[in-house]
Each structure stands twice: as C-alpha cells, then as structure tokens.
C-alpha cells in the first residue's frame, strides 16, 4: 500500500474506499473562490463494478494500491470488451465502460504501445502513450492566406470518426500529433 494526495490522483490510479480497491475513471481539480480546493473522482469499483462519485480535499491522504503493469498493444473490440495483446500474445480483455475516455483513439491493430494495469491478476485500465499519430479522414478545405496555424477546423479522424479541432492547413490524408492527455492537435507528421 502506498500513500496518494488526492490532488495527484488522475486516471487509472487505484485507491482504497471503504476496504475496497476502485478504479479511478475520471479526477477533476476543481478550485472555486474562497472554497478549498477539491478533486471530484469518478471511480470503479473492482469486487462489484458499481460506479460512484467521490469528492476530496486536495490535500487529503488516499491510500493507494500497488499494481503490475504490463505493456501491450490494442488488438480489437469483441462487445463489451477491449482486447490488448502483450508481447507474448496473450490477450487481455478489459470492459469497454472502463475505457470510455479513451476508445476515440483505439483502431484495431493499432501499433501503439499502452500500458495496461493489473489488479490481483485482472487487467483493470490502460494509460495511452502521450501522443500517439492517426490520419485525418475529413476536414473541410484549407482557408486560403492563413498560414499561422492559429485558425482551427473540425476534422475526423479515419477508423474511429473522432472529431477534434486541427489547425487550418490540415487536409484530407494528413498524419497528425495527437496529446491523449488534452485530446488535442499537436502537429502534422507529413
């Protein structure tokens, strides 16, 4: 067991809630005026799979759990199931609603390198590497006479019809630099 401020918690970390290990699926740092700062966290529960909503004071002492990772890439999607594959070809399945934050960029036989967290042997969430490259399937046409890249258009990306902001002189085909912390445009790759 290991000590975690709440403030530093972020997803996939795991911590302990009333004698049970959850999942954190989402932690928002929240500072409002006069108010102490909070982290809101949605987490999983591992033994039931139920779903809560906590609230922290930022700097209040979690206990957290230690975890194998192992790394793996992303083979497919079997309904309800993610499927990641280590270097020795085993699969591991984790639950689609554990990686919903993530599926926008998942395609199958992706060749990114994720890092997928064990509890007790269960495979229970994936960390994405910090910007991974897709091709860009359909963006409207270039502005003409902006070359400072500050204008920004819709684009979808090819595989998994996620829409994110590029800049204006992204087209049709382009690889771009996407950060899988923000969800958003870094650079173009061609």
Same mark, same amino acid.
């Given at each position: 067991?290991?000590?975690?401020?709440?403030?530093?918690?972020?997803?996939?970390?795991?911590?302990?809630?009333?004698?049970?290990?959850?999942?954190?699926?989402?932690?928002?740092?929240?500072?409002?005026?006069?108010?102490?700062?909070?982290?809101?966290?949605?987490?999983?529960?591992?033994?039931?799979?139920?779903?809560?909503?906590?609230?922290?004071?930022?700097?209040?002492?979690?206990?957290?759990?230690?975890?194998?990772?192992?790394?793996?890439?992303?083979?497919?999607?079997?309904?309800?199931?993610?499927?990641?594959?280590?270097? !020795? $070809?085993? /699969?591991?399945?984790?639950?689609?609603? &554990?990686?919903?934050?993530?599926? =926008?960029?998942?395609?199958?036989?992706? +060749?990114?390198?994720?890092?997928?967290?064990?509890?007790?042997?269960?495979?229970?969430?994936?960390?994405?590497?910090?910007?991974?490259?897709?091709?860009? !399937? $359909?963006? /409207?046409?270039?502005?003409?006479?902006? &070359?400072?890249?500050?204008?920004? =258009?819709?684009?979808?990306?090819?595989? +998994?019809?996620?829409?994110?902001?590029?800049?204006?002189?992204?087209?049709?085909?382009?690889?771009?630099?996407?950060?899988?912390?923000?969800?958003?445009?870094?650079?173009?790759?061609?």
């Amino acid at each position: 067991m290991s000590v975690k401020i709440a403030g530093d918690i972020q997803s996939g970390n795991v911590i302990m809630v009333e004698n049970a290990p959850v999942v954190v699926l989402k932690a928002v740092y929240n500072k409002s005026g006069r108010n102490q700062a909070v982290v809101k966290v949605r987490a999983k529960n591992l033994f039931t799979g139920r779903i809560s909503e906590l609230i922290y004071k930022s700097d209040e002492k979690l206990e957290g759990v230690m975890l194998d990772k192992k790394d793996c890439t992303y083979s497919y999607f079997a309904p309800p199931m993610h499927v990641f594959v280590d270097s !020795e $070809y085993v /699969e591991y399945e984790i639950e689609a609603e &554990t990686l919903a934050d993530l599926e =926008k960029y998942f395609c199958e036989d992706m +060749t990114d390198v994720c890092e997928v967290t064990f509890y007790e042997g269960r495979p229970i969430s994936v960390v994405l590497p910090k910007v991974i490259v897709r091709e860009i !399937e $359909y963006t /409207e046409p270039a502005t003409r006479g902006d &070359t400072s890249g500050k204008i920004t =258009k819709t684009a979808v990306l090819k595989d +998994t019809k996620h829409e994110l902001q590029v800049s204006s002189f992204v087209e049709i085909g382009d690889k771009i630099e996407i950060d899988t912390v923000t969800g958003e445009f870094k650079k173009r790759c061609n």
